[in-house]
Each structure stands twice: as C-alpha cells, then as structure tokens.
C-alpha cells in the first residue's frame, strides 16, 4: 500500500471538538477501510496567506494539521472526497510518500559517535 500525508487546513473555532471530529471522522475513514494511521500532528492556528471561502463562508484563520497514512489508492480518493464535503474544511490535499514506509523512512542510525575506521580530518 502506498503511503501518503494528508495536509488539512481546517475551519477555526474555539471548541476544538469540530477539529478534534474531523480528525476522528478522517483516521477512522483510512482504518475503516483496511488502511494504517502512521501519525497525526496539529500545527495549531495560524492567520491564513489571503481570506479563503469555502461552503459559502470566507474564513481568515484556520487549524492545520497532518496525518500520515498506509491506504490503497481507491481509498486515499475517497478520504479526498468526503474531506472536501465536509463544510469544516477550508482547503486538503494529499501527497503521495512512497510506494511503502521502507521507501520514506531514514535507513541509517542517527548517532553522533564516529565509527572507529572513519579518519576525522579529510
């Protein structure tokens, strides 16, 4: 299954229970369907670039957040779709990682310990 990270810049309020829902309604939407949540990450509230409409409403700040996800490539258009329905979203999109998490994820330990064979000086 390929792996993707979805970006949502989702309608302000200050209940974040409508945020937190459609979190919920979106992570639920990929494990419904036999798809894996690799992650979700909230980047807060920030003013956007320039006023956004969006279902008849024209909004000037909004939630972002992220989710990474394993989904089958039918799957990942129906996420699109019902996320652009939904009237708390101002702006989605999806991006494709890699074919698989191995393709993405980094190969080599991250260490600050020089392997005794490596000369320091070059």
């Known amino acids: 299954m390929p792996f993707y990270q979805v970006l949502c810049i989702a309608a302000h309020n200050r209940e974040y229970r409508q945020i937190k829902g459609l979190v919920r ?30 279902h008849g409403a024209t909004h000037e ?9 394993d989904a089958s490539p039918e799957k990942q ?3 699109t779709k019902l996320l652009r329905r939904d009237p708390r979203v101002i702006r989605t999109t999806v991006l ?4 698989r998490i191995e393709d993405v994820a980094w190969r080599y330990p991250k260490t600050l310990v020089t392997p005794p064979d490596v000369p320091l000086t070059p």
């Not at 992570?27 to 409409?53: C, I, K, S």
């Not at 700040?61 to 996800?69: E, L, S, V």
């Open 25 to 54: 309604l979106a992570a639920t939407h990929v494990l419904n369907n036999g798809g894996v949540v690799r992650g979700l990450q909230y980047w807060g509230t920030e003013v956007l670039p320039q006023r956004m409409n969006s």
């Open 96 to 99: 494709k990682m890699g074919d």
């Open 61 to 69: 700040r909004g939630d972002y957040w992220t989710m990474h996800f």
């Open 77 to 79: 258009k129906s996420l």
